[in-house]
């Protein structure tokens, strides 16, 4: 198994989501940061409140580059009631802020950089994540990556079914 170090800082990736026309006939396009594509994304409202909560939306529209691991609305509702309501509260912050950033690898990397690998990345959280990219994306044997390579302006997330939670 190979070990993949920090590549950069905190931060996640948004998705290229709309054209504009520029003062040239050629049109651009216009990139989201991390943040804005969770928020314009409806399957992600619990973790733009969770990103929220832990102070984390500064962080994640920075430059990066990051690759982020976004757990659906689905994969937080999984969880053991009342789990999700108990981390947004002021007083479990920290652990809060642990989970958010064991989903977040600074650097930015595609499926097709994993591709037939298996190997273990170190997340800003600083725990390793083990990656199993051939048969598909599975992380530390749980969690499916359901979409790869949703490309933003400061990184790249892959949208996946389960909330990982870092080895305490």
């Known amino acids: 198994m190979r ?3 920090k590549w950069a ?3 996640a990736a948004p998705v290229v989501l709309a054209a504009c026309v520029s003062s040239t006939p050629e049109p651009q396009m216009v990139e989201l940061d991390i943040v804005e594509t969770a928020v314009s994304v409806d399957d992600f409202n ?3 409140a969770a990103v929220q909560t ?3 939306v500064e962080v994640l529209q920075s430059p990066g580059p990051f690759t982020v691991f976004a757990p659906t609305d689905a994969a ?3 969880l053991p009631p009342g789990t999700v309501e108990s981390l947004l509260l002021e007083e479990n912050r920290d652990q809060l802020v642990a989970i958010l950033t064991y989903h977040v690898v600074p650097g930015e990397v595609f499926s097709t950089d994993l591709a037939g690998q298996v190997i273990e990345v170190e997340t800003v959280e600083g725990s390793l994540l083990a990656v199993d990219a051939t048969d598909g994306v599975v992380l530390n044997g ?3 990556v359901v979409q790869a390579d949703v490309d933003a302006s400061n990184g790249v997330i892959h949208v996946i079914d389960t909330v990982l939670l870092p080895p305490m």
């Open 54 to 56: 832990a102070d984390l």
């Open 76 to 78: 937080f509702a999984a």
């Open 3 to 5: 070990v993949l170090t």
């Open 9 to 11: 800082v905190l931060a």
């Open 46 to 48: 619990t973790l733009v």
């Open 142 to 144: 749980t969690s499916t």
